[in-house]
T-cell receptor, first 110, second 115 residues
Framework: EDKVVQSPLSLVVHEGDTVTLNCSYE??????LLWYKQEKKAPTFLFML????IEKKSGRLSSILDKKELFSILNITATQTGDSAIYLC??????????FGTGTRLKVLA | NAGVMQNPRHLVRRRGQEARLRCSPM?????VYWYRQLPEEGLKFMVY????????ESGMPKERFSAEFPKEGPSILRIQQVVRGDSAAYFC?????????????FGSGTQLSVL
């Protein structure tokens, strides 16, 4: 059965800290891996990764994929309170099939 | 606003009533997905539809739940005879085409509370 596992489940840090969120997967037909940020409403798209070793970067956020070891990490540097959210990892496992992990709840304290 | 629109944002129903959740995809999108989210859990796939077709409803309970995406108008997720266990956030997402490397755009969700 296809599955996506995120760790840690929750994380509390102080402003300015750097965090690393993990996403591992086991799917039969990998196509892409996506990261979303969910605050109190709609999950918003952060990154899509398809190739190993190529870092995607947007401001203080960056992500990379390892297709050999079947995982991805999402890094957030110099965290701010506005980074507090649930971070969701999803894997596109075949046509139209997106499998989501349970998410990592990040809380950044001022 | 050309984003995915869901309504209502909050819906309260008593046990046994019907709940209708609506989703208008992004302009130009013809693929709609419905997901359910419980507290402390991720998004669970329910159903995938294209215009006038249900492509995959494997994540949807066979009883009481149905979905449609008519040629005109929004996609509807219908829950008949709701029970307390149906209380959850229901999210709709859309994409422009079926295929590889296509990201999903999400609506703000409908929070269903069953009393």
């Amino acid at each position: 059965e296809d599955k996506v596992v995120q760790s840690p489940l929750s994380l509390v840090v102080h402003e300015g800290d750097t965090v690393t969120l993990n996403c591992s997967y086991e799917v039969t037909n990998f196509r892409s891996l996506l990261w979303y940020k969910q605050e109190k409403k709609a999950p918003t798209f952060l990154f899509m990764l398809t190739s190993s070793g190529i870092e995607k970067k947007s401001g203080r956020l960056s992500s990379i994929l390892d297709k050999k070891e079947l995982f991805s990490i999402l890094n957030i540097t110099a965290t701010q309170t506005g980074d507090s959210a649930i971070y969701l990892c999803a894997v596109e496992a075949g046509t139209y099939k997106y499998i989501f992990g349970t998410g990592t709840r990040l809380k950044v304290l001022a | 606003n050309a984003g995915v629109m869901q309504n209502p944002r909050h819906l309260v129903r008593r046990r046994g009533q019907e709940a209708r959740l609506r989703c208008s995809p992004m302009k130009g999108h013809s693929h709609v997905y419905w997901y359910r989210q419980l507290p402390e859990e991720g998004l669970k796939f329910m159903v995938y539809l294209q215009k006038e077709n249900i492509i995959d409803e494997s994540g949807m309970p066979k009883e009481r739940f149905s979905a449609e995406f008519p040629k005109e108008g929004p996609s509807i997720l219908r829950i008949q005879q709701v029970v307390r266990g149906d209380s959850a956030a229901y999210f709709c997402a859309s994409s422009s085409r079926q295929g590889t490397n296509e990201k999903l755009f999400f609506g703000s969700g409908t929070q269903l509370s069953v009393l």
